[in-house]
């Protein structure tokens, strides 16, 4: 009945075991197939008790997110059973997933048991030290209990890295828009950070219980005010105002998340969208008028794998009620076009860039493919994949507009598609940046590299690294209590509600950029008394000096007050 993929336990129709993370945030799990990531633990405690809890954990951010019903316990796996963590979720997009409620069983001997509840409110006493208002660009907001924000990330608001002449952020955004015209898509650079949940999600059509709206996973100023977590958050406004034909808006998002190198609470995304209106094409033809449109673009000599049908009835549905299928082909079609040929412009110029310093690079012929995707506010929808360094690399995710949204936007008449990109995650590729923390380092010895490059993007070269300060870690292990409050500032952290990301709010609060990453390294349950052990495994590094081992002993010690005071956890 099962048999291993690529490291992926397939356990009957559309379910996995994923027995790691990092592998479905490769791309290699179909989406709109319940993932169920699966965390093994070690078979010489099978006859241990294993405790239930509703506790949210995470995955590798990146593509695939975190879910909150879970599980220890015997799962079949491989030639026998092995135990572990799992928890059951519906992929959405390559930062989202959504909590599946009705998933099954995994398989008749599975125990897994799918427990979901929307996270309780907040409790009172978890943030006593919030201030009563803040202020982002200028704006003064009004907190309550649902706040959450720590002071350094509020302070990054300003910061605009997008915007920063010849930051690496703002290099890759300006070859982006290289390839959208200005004449159709309208540049929108400056929109503030701070949003309603009205525009962040329930203008994009997220259900009330989607697990992007949880505190634990998004920044809270107030219950209906929050820091973006994605530039989609304008999408709504941009189609009523209807200034143009077209879009690009760059940003900086906010997500809570884990700390690693490619994960940090800010980042950067670009969002573009095409619509044409029905009343405004010659003959009412929207069809004509698209392919038009379509034959104006250029072509390029990529090849792309695009194996899936235009649309299918169960995995990426046409909006049969708005569109038809000519018209939501025509859509896709110069979706599909655009976006290559921006892709292909960012990999020839990271070509460009690696045999700039290496004059014996030997030049891959660049492929991409067309996945299908799920967006709440898109249907078809895709997700493209370049293949880098020998894997599948999710770039890009858009789909042809929910009908709904122009509806909304008293533009019925119009039609069109959309797509969002992380710009940091791109900066990496193009310029070999390996740690995400760079981009918000003021040292010149990083900034002066990429001098001149907006004024002569033929000036790009790859990172060149400069030494690295040597790693410091130290491992802090605690118990968690029995019973508390919730996830996203909690105070006393349960089995029941612990939530990693608190934890990484900690440690980045306490030791800011000189964390390099936090990893869990072992957890256990007692056999007698039910409690849950932890320890975490926090490398200190700076990137801008060597720490002393005071320095990291230091910083350790406030981690492991701050994890008492914040979370409650007990010390081991
Ligand atoms: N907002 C999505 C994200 O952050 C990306 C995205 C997907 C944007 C599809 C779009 C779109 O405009 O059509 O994961």
Redesign the pocket.
Known sequence: MQDVLEGILKIGHGQFLCLSAAVASRGKVPPLHHIVYFRPVSRSRLDSSYTLHNGWTTSSRGQCHAGRASHWGPFPCGDGLCHGFAFATRRT????TELDQSSQPLSPSSILLLLCSSPPPPSASSNSSRPATIEVNGKTYTTDEWYNVPQTVLTLTGRKLHLQKDHPVAITRQIIESKFPTATYKRYNEFDPVVSTMENFDS?GFPPDHVGRARSDTYYINETTLLR????AH?AELFRASASDGYLISAD?YRRDEVDRSHYPVFH?M???RVWDRTKVPNGDVVAAIYADLAKLPTHGVKVEDPNPPHHPERNPLQSEHHTPEEAEAVAAHLKRSLELMVVEIFTRAKQAAARLDPNYVDEPLRVRWIE?Y?P??SP?WEMEVYYQGDWLEV????V?KQELFINADQPQQLG??????LERIAMLLFQIPDIRLFWSKDERFLSQFTGVQDDLDKLKRFVPFSKYPACWKDVSFWLRSTSAAGGNTAVANVHDFHENDLMEVVRDVAGDVVEDVQLKDQFTHPKTGRMSMCYRINYRSLEKTLTNEEANDFHERVRQGLVEKLGVELR
């Open positions: 997009s390559w930062r989202q994009l977590t994605h530039t989609s999408e998002v995304q969002e573009g969208a995707a967006f506010f898109t929808s890009l995710g858009c789909g507009s598609w959309a797509f969002g990109i992380g």
